[in-house]
């Protein structure tokens, strides 16, 4: 057993990546760059405009400044280096590498979802209960949301990480995945994981079960709200902004809690990375363009920039 262990933290893993070396798959890698690159650029005017312009300085757009930071760092974390291994052939990422990706992958997935709770509760307020508004979300409970959503992801997954890289890993160390996620880090380890699955279960229950069912109930509230309006164009508008928000958010937990809350036996590789890319590459792509460009003040502090 110490064998592996020693073996485990010298030699580099395989990631088998999305794509063959094809002709086709170029076309695919070159439209994920496409992606990344419009990701970088949309999250960083969104926070440019949100410093810039006094108008949005609110706590909705400071939580959103926030989340766009979040959506830059995740995806930087995974696409060049996917992209690299694509055109240059190698696929090989060294063990502090793996780990690294590992880390900053679960507390940006962990931190937004506690930051999309936070912005669903925001908008809650906003329309249910706008009189104290500026009492619910006030400096404190605005800054202490954000930093809650940093630091708690951190901790918990600070303890996931070394947890997982210092499981004995046997035989050919390819990870079928584009990048080093924990379900398809389990499958190489050679001893049960069976514990520690039920450590990324509780984890789930905390970070993806109780803000989606927060997000739901705000939702929830925000229409029957909405449905009490006298202005139809209010109640239209309403229903619009909460459909796409909903959207975005389905997008994001539901792929996620499919490949973090079921037991190791129940996945299957290409299932897993497939679903990946919702919470990894196109929820970050979405986010601003959803929770932000459709909004006037938006659009007006762009024209003024």
């Known amino acids: 057993m110490m064998g592996h262990e020693n073996h485990s933290f010298t030699s580099d893993f395989i990631l088998l990546g999305l794509f063959s070396s094809s002709q086709s798959s170029l076309v695919f890698i070159s439209f994920i760059f496409i992606i990344f690159i419009m990701t970088i650029t949309e999250n960083t005017i969104m926070i440019l405009l949100i410093l810039r312009d006094s108008r949005l300085h609110t706590p909705m757009y400071f939580l959103l400044s926030h989340l766009s930071f979040?959506?830059?760092l995740h995806i930087s974390n995974i696409v060049p280096k996917m992209v690299?291994?694509?055109?240059?052939?190698?696929?090989?990422?060294?063990?502090?590498?793996?780990?690294?990706?590992?880390?900053?992958?679960?507390t940006l997935l962990?931190?937004?979802?506690?930051?999309?709770?936070?912005?669903?509760?925001?908008?809650?307020?906003?329309?249910?209960?706008?009189?104290?508004?500026?009492?619910?979300?006030?400096?404190?409970?605005?800054?202490?949301?954000?930093?809650?959503?940093?630091?708690v992801g951190t901790v918990n997954f600070i303890v996931h990480t070394a947890y997982a890289l210092q499981l004995p890993f046997c035989g050919p160390r390819a990870i079928d995945h584009f990048f080093c996620e924990v379900p398809a880090m389990l499958k190489l380890s050679c001893v049960d994981t069976t514990l520690y699955e039920r450590g990324v279960y509780v984890s789930g229950l905390i970070f993806l079960l109780v803000p989606s069912s927060l997000i739901l109930a705000s939702y929830v509230q925000i229409l029957l709200t909405v449905l009490q309006m006298k202005s139809s164009e209010a109640q239209k508008k309403s229903f619009s902004t909460c459909s796409f928000h909903m959207i975005v958010v389905t997008m994001y937990y539901g792929p996620f809690m499919f490949t973090y809350m079921r037991p190791k036996s129940y996945h299957?590789?290409?299932?897993?990375?497939?679903?990946?890319?919702?919470?990894?590459?196109?929820?970050?792509?979405?986010?601003?363009?959803?929770?932000?460009f459709r909004n006037k003040d938006v659009l007006k502090a762009m024209k003024n920039m």
């Open 268 to 292: 299957t590789p290409g299932q897993d990375k497939y679903l990946a890319i919702f919470y990894t590459i196109l929820t970050p792509t979405l986010n601003p363009i959803i929770y932000s």
């Open 84 to 106: 690299t291994d694509f055109l240059s052939g190698s696929r090989t990422i060294s063990f502090a590498g793996c780990g690294f990706q590992i880390f900053l992958s679960l």
């Open 110 to 151: 962990g931190g937004e979802c506690l930051l999309l709770a936070a912005m669903s509760y925001d908008h809650y307020v906003a329309i249910c209960h706008p009189l104290r508004y500026p009492i619910f979300m006030n400096d404190y409970v605005r800054i202490l949301m954000a930093r809650g959503s940093w630091i």
């Open 70 to 72: 979040m959506d830059i």
